[in-house]
């Protein structure tokens, strides 16, 4: 299949309570659209944050066109933010990324390049992670059991970074779930997808929104929506 070669690129980027890290994130993304070469439009998706997040938001949008950002009326989760930029978000090929800069937005130029090369899905797949021992023995674990149990197969140590081309975007976004487990849903729609590697830097500001609470609720989430034996259990 033949893809443009200058297509339109729109990135949905979640953020709760990311005051601290706001100048930095805007500094940065406007430096990745002068790279990049073609038309790209950045949604943010505040996510009922309590500081002055949305306020950033709302002027750096007045001040320049290619940013726009959706507020929430609380705080409704991660999964939930991805799902609504998703829902909003314009482009031929649509990026999701956290606010906090782990994710290198430079990789996302890489990315564009096994787009063009054919594949819808590109996602990221951390190389070795930043959090403690505690937590990354967790997500080894979580990772291996949904692998065991899991109607599809749902890529290990992959997160919510990634790229995807409409098609994509348009099939997650007819799905009814309300209970979102987006990395899984984008394995479940098919399409070409591939693996791509990469090294996820630390916290530059702020601290993690998702403490071990969330990160159990996700987890479940995980392994009700794609697996039946919970259900059987």
């Not at 290619?66 to 409704?76: E, G, P, T, V, Y």
């Amino acid at each position: 299949m033949q893809r443009k070669e200058n297509p339109t690129l729109g990135m949905v980027i979640p953020c709760y309570n990311e005051e601290s890290m706001m100048p930095r994130l805007i500094e940065e993304l406007k430096v990745f659209a002068g790279r990049l070469g073609f038309p790209c439009r950045f949604l943010f998706v505040d996510d009922g944050s309590r500081d002055r997040t949305a306020d950033l938001m709302f002027e750096v949008c007045e001040q320049d066109t290619q940013f726009a950002f959706l507020s929430f009326s609380r705080n409704f989760g991660h999964q939930t933010a991805v799902s609504a930029g998703l829902q909003f978000i314009e482009g031929d090929v649509v990026a999701v990324i956290d606010a906090d800069l782990q994710d290198p937005p430079e990789v996302i130029l890489e990315m564009l390049e096994l787009w063009k090369q054919g594949y819808d899905v590109i996602y990221g797949v951390r190389r070795d992670r930043k959090e403690h021992a505690f937590l990354r023995v967790a997500y080894k674990l979580f990772y291996r059991l949904l692998e065991r149990i899991s109607n599809i197969e749902i890529p290990p140590d992959a997160g919510d970074f990634s790229l995807m081309d409409r098609k994509v975007v348009d099939h997650i976004n007819r799905l009814p779930e309300h209970n979102r487990f987006v990395r899984g849903l984008r394995s479940w729609v098919g399409f070409r997808q591939i693996d791509f590697p990469y090294q996820r830097a630390r916290r530059q500001a702020g601290a993690t929104k998702y403490d071990f609470f969330r990160l159990t609720q996700l987890a479940f989430d995980g392994l009700i929506s794609f697996s039946s034996i919970p259900l059987r259990l």
